[in-house]
């Protein structure tokens, strides 16, 4: 099947900072991405969906200014927490959709741990 | 806009025995149904799913069941084995709005040996 990788899997950083997680789809070309949250012992969360070389959409209650999305490449989704807070801290989870993927098949990548202290 | 509902939350079984976990949904114009499995510190992967022109469908030990009239499926896991245990959650999609899931709140199977 097709294959989504993150980068990081963990990261931890201070309070203030901003970090990046990148999303790739390593076989395929995703027209659409999306990006979930998941806190401990709880759902996912969709967040956003991006769609290549358009702006992304935001699901109600997400901060757009604070979870900066970029969908530059058919490939490549990236994730930018800006101003981490304790809060923010969480499982982010990344997948993908090819322009050939049948009904909604999503692909899911294996997540990034951020923990922000 | 589209909920879904996922019960059990929490499921302990023998290994051997069957498992059953059921969602429904509220959108009638819903037309996806995956299943997935996730366990603990990695992603969740797709381990079956089902159409909206389906009744049911079968992978081995896993089965899907749909009641479209009802909006309710079920995941059907037989002869359980202790690797069966892990997080599973439904989801529910519509393709005429942008293919987002709509995660069910997930059931912990564990399966005892």
């Known amino acids: 099947g097709a294959v989504v990788s993150q980068h990081p899997s963990r990261v931890i950083c201070k309070s203030g900072t901003s970090v990046k997680i990148e999303c790739r789809s390593l076989d395929f070309q995703a027209t659409t991405m999306f990006w979930y949250r998941q806190f401990p012992k709880q759902s996912l969360m969709l967040m956003a969906t991006s769609n290549e070389g358009s702006k992304a959409t935001y699901e109600q209650g997400v901060e757009k200014d604070k979870f900066l999305i970029n969908h530059a490449s058919l490939t490549l989704s990236t994730l930018t927490v800006t101003s981490a807070h304790p809060e923010d801290s969480s499982f982010y989870i990344c997948?993908?959709?090819?322009?050939?993927?049948?009904?909604?098949?999503?692909?899911f990548g294996p997540g990034t741990r951020l923990t922000v202290l | 806009g589209e909920n879904v509902e996922q019960h059990p939350s929490t499921l302990s079984v023998q290994e051997g025995d069957s498992a059953v976990i059921k969602c429904t949904y509220s959108?009638?114009?819903?037309?996806?149904f995956p299943w997935y499995k996730q366990e603990l510190g990695k992603g969740p992967q797709l381990i079956i799913d089902?159409?909206?022109?389906?009744g049911e469908k079968k992978d081995q030990r896993i089965a899907v069941t749909l009641n479209k009239t009802a909006k309710h499926f079920s995941l059907h896991i037989t002869e359980t084995q202790p690797e069966d245990s892990a997080v599973y959650f439904c989801a529910a999609s519509t393709y005429n709005q942008g293919g987002k899931l709509i995660f069910g709140q997930g059931t912990e199977l564990s399966v005892k040996p």
């Open positions: 997948s993908a959709r090819g322009p050939t993927s049948s009904y909604n098949e999503q692909f």
């Open positions: 959108d009638s114009a819903s037309n996806y």
């Open positions: 089902i159409r909206s022109n389906v």
